[in-house]
């Protein structure tokens, strides 16, 4: 094969993969518009604006990235309900031609339409006729204003036309940023509790000094973003009707640097839900009764039970006082203990271990008094047990334990002078009976 042929070849098949290509392209553009012809609306659906829904009446109108109800009421949207309805025009797309001649609109629910859905786009108007559903319910009859083409859709068209004005509105009771949320002050029918933010940890400001509970302070500021309204009010009336000229209950809810409010009152029970009016709007609310019940508790409810966090694996010395015994019992590096005060007798380790845990891990079972008049009256002047934790000669823990009441006694610790009650049950572990708390030889060898 010579030069000349096999140049001539080179180029035809240049020629031939050139061809191939063009028409794979063409192909692929011709793809490209028919899809894009088909498509219900060809625009990018951050560009609709505007969103009319009839017969229900509802206009929602686009606010940068928020969507506002304008008419029947004013109120903001439920963005996801709105974009559920601009995300179909991204997708849906108008199956087929069914018909042309307007004569024919009545054989598909189109004289008159079931409804319309006018979408506005860069001050322009698409309405779409919705009509019915075909035999076998897979595709909805609808007609574009500017076209006698009827055609199918997708069914979704016409489920929008079933939503509600309660559907469409932002159900946010509050819309609170837990983040952004500084104090939260609750006067109910117990007391007035105020609740202040310290760095990450919540604490009780009033009416006692004390920590916050982490599973209330949690429950309650997650509800604070995701409670939603049951049902709206709009033309209230009267405040007394709801309970709420007199409201059962007043919740402030202090924001950032600037000490914003937003106040909730709370008024009567129905049923399983409760009348609520955030004094910011004109409405009255309906929410479940679970997040008011939140904060409908005695200041106790708030408290953090647990009466120390010293960390047990830390306690390396335990002095017991009790029943006339001075018991005082140390751990070495291995983590043996020994009762020094018994000659350095080896001590059963899961017995001082059980001690350790509970001291170091008992919740308050009831909160007596926080300024105690006199101790004596709980028999803690003269205690009849008291337990003292360290981790080497530096004191962690002292707790005293007094008098019995029913299945509970009383007891305190030095760093506060408030008085629980705790399970009497569980602080028998604080009177060991020596001979139990040693390990003899033949419990050693074994």
Known sequence: MNFKTTLVMAIVFAIGV??????????????EQEQIAGKLLTVEKDSIDQIIIEPLGIHLVKNVNNWKITKPIEYAADNSAVNSITSLFGWANMERTVSSDPSQYSNFGLSPAKGKLIIGHQS???????????PTEANIFAKRSGSDDVFLTTTSLGNFLEKTLFDMRDKKLLDIESSMLSEIKIQNKYDTI????????????????????STKI??????????QVKEFIDTPGTLSQYGLSKPSMKLNFILGDNQFVKTLL????????????????SN??????????????????FRNKQITDIN?????KVELLYNKQHLVCVKDTSDTWFIESENNAKARNWKMMGIVREASRMTVDE?????????DQYGLKAPNVVCKLFQDNNLLLELHIGKTKGDKKYIKTTEKASVYLFNALKLEKFEPVLTDLLETAEQAVN
């Open 218 to 227: 949690s429950a309650i500021t997650n509800s604070l973003n995701s409670e």
């Open 124 to 134: 322009v108007l698409d309405t779409f006729y919705i009509g019915d559903k075909t």
């Open 284 to 301: 009255i609310f309906m929410v479940d009764t679970t997040f008011v019940g939140r904060f409908m508790a005695p200041v106790a409810a």
């Open 18 to 31: 050139a061809t191939v290509l063009f028409l794979n392209k063409s192909d692929k553009d011709k793809k």
């Open 367 to 375: 909160f007596v008094s926080d300024n105690p008049s006199s101790l």
């Open 312 to 316: 047990s694996d830390f306690v390396n």
């Open 194 to 213: 105020v609740l202040k933010k310290n760095g990450a940890s919540w604490n009780i400001t009033s009416p006692v000094e004390w920590e916050v509970t």
């Open 266 to 281: 709370v008024g009567n029970k129905i049923g399983n839900k409760c009348y609520v009016k955030d004094e910011l709007k």
